[in-house]
T-cell receptor, first 114, second 113 residues
Framework: GNSVTQMEGPVTLSEEAFLTINCTYT??????LFWYVQYPGEGLQLLLK?????DKGSNKGFEATYRKETTSFHLEKGSVQVSDSAVYFC?????????????FGKGTLLTVNP | EAQVTQNPRYLITVTGKKLTVTCSQN?????MSWYRQDPGLGLRQIYY???????DKGDVPEGYKVSRKEKRNFPLILESPSPNQTSLYFC????????????FGSGTQLSVL
C-alpha cells in the first residue's frame, strides 16, 4: 500500500539556519505529493504541492522537488524564522478513485529559536 | 471568509456516552472527510463523503458513524465512545474547482475517560 516516511523530530534550529526535512514515499503509479503545515492550535494548511516528477513546489520560501528516481520530496528553506515553528507533514495522494484521501507521514515538529 | 468549522474544540466524556462532533463548511464543497491524529501516527482517514447522502469508510472507521444530509454539514458520531478513541479529530473539505487543496478545520480534542 501507500506510505510516507519523514524524518523523526523534533528539529530545533536557530533563526536564519537552513532547514531540510526529509520525506520519502512508497506508492504505485504517479502520486501527487504535498507538504502541509500545522501551527499550534490550528488545523493543517497546504504549504506546497507537486503533481508530477521533477515538479518543484514552492511557497513562503519553502521548496520541495518531486524526485521519482529516489521517491523523495524533501522540504527545504534557506533561512528559517521563529514564525516557521510548527509541525510539518508530508503527504501523498495516489491518483484516480473517488476518495480524495491523503496518506500522511507522522509529522516533524520544528522549533526555531531567536 | 472561507472556512471549515468544527465544534466543540475540546470535549471530555466518559465511556459509552454517545457524542457528536459537528463540522460545517461554507465553500459549497462536495467532498468532506474526517481524520484522526495520534502522536507518532500522523493523520488517518475515518470516513469521507463525496456528496449529499454519499458516504464511505476510510482506513479506521470502526466505532464511528457519519451522515451527510446537507452539503455543508458532515457530523461525526461516536455511538459508544471508548478510551482508544481519545484523539485529535479534523474535518476537511475540498471543492471540485479547488485543485488538490484540502481545507481543514481547527480540530476537536476528544478525551474519553
Amino acid at each position: 500500500g501507500n506510505s510516507v516516511t519523514q524524518m523523526e523530530g523534533p528539529v530545533t534550529l536557530s533563526e536564519e539556519a537552513f532547514l531540510t526535512i526529509n520525506c520519502t514515499y512508497t506508492a504505485t503509479g504517479y502520486p501527487s505529493l504535498f507538504w502541509y503545515v500545522q501551527y499550534p492550535g490550528e488545523g493543517l494548511q497546504l504549504l506546497l504541492k507537486a503533481t508530477k516528477a521533477d515538479d518543484k513546489g514552492s511557497n513562503k520560501g519553502f521548496e520541495a522537488t518531486y524526485r521519482k528516481e529516489t521517491t523523495s520530496f524533501h522540504l527545504e528553506k534557506g533561512s528559517v524564522q521563529v514564525s516557521d515553528s510548527a509541525v510539518y507533514f508530508c503527504a501523498l495522494r495516489r491518483g484516480g478513485g473517488s476518495n480524495y484521501k491523503l496518506t500522511f507521514g507522522k509529522g516533524t515538529l520544528l522549533t526555531v529559536n531567536p | 471568509e472561507a472556512q471549515v468549522t468544527q465544534n466543540p474544540r475540546y470535549l471530555i466524556t466518559v465511556t459509552g456516552k454517545k457524542l457528536t462532533v459537528t463540522c460545517s463548511q461554507n465553500m459549497n464543497h462536495e467532498y468532506m472527510s474526517w481524520y484522526r491524529q495520534d502522536p507518532g501516527l500522523g493523520l488517518r482517514q475515518i470516513y469521507y463523503s463525496m456528496n449529499v447522502e454519499v458516504t464511505d469508510k476510510g482506513d479506521v472507521p470502526e466505532g464511528y458513524k457519519v451522515s451527510r444530509k446537507e452539503k455543508r454539514n458532515f457530523p461525526l458520531i461516536l455511538e459508544s465512545p471508548s478510551p482508544n478513541q481519545t484523539s485529535l479529530y479534523f474535518c476537511a473539505s475540498k471543492g471540485d474547482r479547488g485543485g488538490e487543496k484540502l481545507f481543514f478545520g481547527s480540530g476537536t480534542q476528544l478525551s474519553v475517560l
